[in-house]
């Protein structure tokens, strides 16, 4: 392979890696105190398994392209692209570099196809005061270039990723979709995308398919493919204005009444799925029970491990007719307490044949202390309650209630 710099200034280091294809794919990423020069060597890795030219576009300082360098950079790096004639020129990048690569079509509209990564809309201050990782660059950009990275080369050729319960990042995506940008949100608050993509299984690396879908001829390009291909992980029911946090809603027993059965849980065992370092009690079943015994307060009484699906379940000794099951979130950060999104309950007699009794899959947040917690009114014979996530995250609680009678 041939390495070589092709535009080093002030601002941008541009390398290009040449191997024998006909084919070009341009990364956009950027270095700075924040972190962000990480997809980098994320997509190095990744494009290795491709049979891609590569070039990549550093940007050295966190200015989101707004610098005396970047216009002639980007033509710079377009005519490149004219002189050698490649084939097909691809583009991608994450976060600022998913802007990057947005941008460049305005300079290069003869681009392939375009694949970002929780890319930013704009970089104007008040598109930096939603409280997400980039909020750090609020203030510190002096001079625009670019009101924002919106370009209208881009949209047949774009695919955006975007995470689906991060404010920042839902709002930047939501403002490109509302350009009519082709937009999949996806259900993780983690802006470091690619590395989502690739972590979030254990036996399938989802940055690997997405890639492969990106050089693949015969792949529907389009929100509507990926979310075909990444349909576990895709958010249909988005909402991204969280109305309630900690004390600024209401307290609890504004949204619910004192239910009228007896509870039923308390003193009972619980078990669940795992523990993890934060968990207050280094036992599953202590941990698992402190939801049954622990005051109701803001924060968590359990906390799980990052896992696929965990769960928590409740021993109730006998079997009873359930008739309504309230579910109390942590409700001390937002951040937190949007893991307790998608979640299923389920009942057995046994302990080893479930049955569904409750499914969400909208994204209105779960309240406790503070907040409208979940409350399932129900009338069905069980002994045992289990709260499984439908997704890989953390399962906290503060605090559940079973509420029910005797079998008669």
Not at 84 to 111: D, M
Not at 273 to 290: F, L, P, R
Not at 362 to 367: L, S
Request: a negative charge.
């Amino acid at each position: 392979m041939d390495h070589k710099t092709l535009i080093s200034n002030d601002h941008y280091e541009v390398t290009f890696t040449e191997l024998t294809s006909p084919n070009v794919t341009i990364v956009f990423s950027s270095g700075g105190a924040l972190a962000l020069a990480q997809p980098v060597e994320e997509f190095k890795k990744t494009i290795s398994h491709f049979n891609t030219s590569y070039i990549f576009v550093r940007s050295l300082h966190l200015d989101w392209y707004n610098n005396r360098d970047s216009i002639k950079t980007f033509q710079a790096l377009a005519q490149f692209c004219r002189e050698r004639q490649f084939e097909r020129v691809y583009a991608l990048g994450e976060s600022l570099g998913g802007s990057g690569a947005l941008l460049f079509a305005e300079f290069y509209p003869e681009v392939h196809r375009i694949l970002t990564f929780s890319a930013q809309y704009s970089a104007l201050p008040p598109f930096c005061k939603w409280g997400g990782p980039l909020g750090g660059v609020d203030g510190a950009i002096h001079e625009f270039i670019f009101s924002d990275y919106s370009r209208k080369e881009a949209l047949s050729k774009a695919v955006l990723l975007s995470p689906s319960q991060g404010l920042e990042d839902i709002m930047h995506a939501r403002f490109f979709k509302s350009d009519g940008f082709e937009v999949v949100f996806l259900k993780t608050r983690e802006h470091a995308l690619a590395a989502f993509l690739k972590n979030y299984s254990a036996g399938r690396n989802y940055l690997i398919e997405v890639m492969t879908a990106l050089y693949d001829e015969d792949f529907d390009y389009s929100a509507e493919g990926y979310s075909d291909l990444l349909h576990t992980m895709v958010e249909k029911y988005y909402k991204p204005y969280v109305h309630w946090i900690g004390n600024i809603a209401a307290p609890y027993e504004v949204y619910l009444e004192k239910p009228v059965y007896p509870l039923i849980s308390e003193g009972k065992k619980a078990t669940q799925s795992s523990i993890s370092g934060y968990s207050k009690i280094q036992n599953i079943e202590g941990d698992a029970t402190e939801v049954l015994t622990a005051p109701l307060g803001r924060s968590f009484s359990n906390h799980t491990d990052m896992e696929l699906t965990p769960w928590w379940q409740v021993d109730l000794e006998k079997p009873y007719t359930i008739r309504q099951i309230i579910v109390f979130n942590r409700s001390d950060q937002i951040d937190w307490s949007i893991r307790l999104l998608h979640l299923t309950i389920l009942v057995s007699e046994d302990g080893h044949a479930w049955r569904t009794l409750y499914k969400k899959v909208d994204t209105e947040p779960v309240g406790g202390q503070y907040g409208k917690p979940l409350s399932v009114e129900c009338s069905t014979v069980a002994r045992y309650v289990k709260i499984v996530l439908n997704s890989k995250n953390v399962l906290n609680l503060a605090r559940v209630e079973v509420y029910g009678e005797a079998v008669l």
